[in-house]
């Protein structure tokens, strides 16, 4: 598919939702990485709906190949995930940047991107993937586990179910990956 053709299959459905996203990852993901880029210019679109589902899709791509967006973390880094997230990316982008690879540089930025989201954005679903993220990123960092911690508690302290059941399923991970270490 072309990349008109892959914003037309976004656009059917209902303007709520997530529509055929799910078909078009699917596509995707047996098409092959090269089929990603076709898709690309669909994080950038005008509409705001296509723009979250285009995300979903690479969320969900991601999910299964994150090694295809590795070449695309500076322009998700640097363009996507501006401290100001566009509300279509709101859902996704936080979970993508717990499941790419980052390289020392990088991480600083990504966790203060991450660190923004949660203190800034008001959603709960929204933070509890951001706490995701981040410890996804602890466990590749065991350096960053302590401060991971220290946020899961703060925000659980505060309430919200969604970070509550995500904050201790977070521990329960970390307290795992803590008794594998020692």
């Given amino acids: 598919m072309t990349t008109t053709e892959l914003i ?3 656009a059917e459905e209902k303007s709520a939702g997530k529509g055929r996203a799910d078909e078009v990852a699917a596509y995707l993901l047996q098409q092959g990485q090269e089929a990603l880029e076709q898709l690309w210019p669909g994080l950038y679109h005008t509409d705001a709906v296509l723009r979250a589902r285009a995300a979903h899709v690479v969320e969900a791509v991601a999910k299964q190949q994150p090694l295809w967006l590795q070449p695309y973390r500076k322009e998700i880094l640097h363009q996507l995930a501006q ?3 566009d509300p279509a990316f709101n859902y996704c982008l936080p979970a993508l940047l ?3 690879s980052w390289e020392e540089e990088d991480l600083p930025l990504v966790i ?3 660190e923004f989201w949660l203190q800034h954005l008001h959603n709960q679903f929204v933070k509890a993937i951001c706490l995701q993220s ?3 990123l602890s466990m590749q960092q ?3 586990q302590q401060e991971v ?3 899961i508690h703060q925000h659980m302290a505060k309430g919200g179910k969604a970070v509550n059941a995500r904050g201790r ?3 329960k991970q970390l307290q795992k990956q803590e008794r594998l270490v020692e």
Avoid: I, K
């Fill in 8 to 10: 037309s299959a976004l």
């Fill in 83 to 85: 401290p100001n997230l």
């Fill in 98 to 100: 717990g499941q790419l």
């Fill in 112 to 114: 203060e991107r991450l």
């Fill in 134 to 136: 981040l410890t996804d």
């Fill in 142 to 144: 065991p350096w960053l």
């Fill in 149 to 151: 911690l220290e946020l």
């Fill in 169 to 171: 399923l977070l521990l």
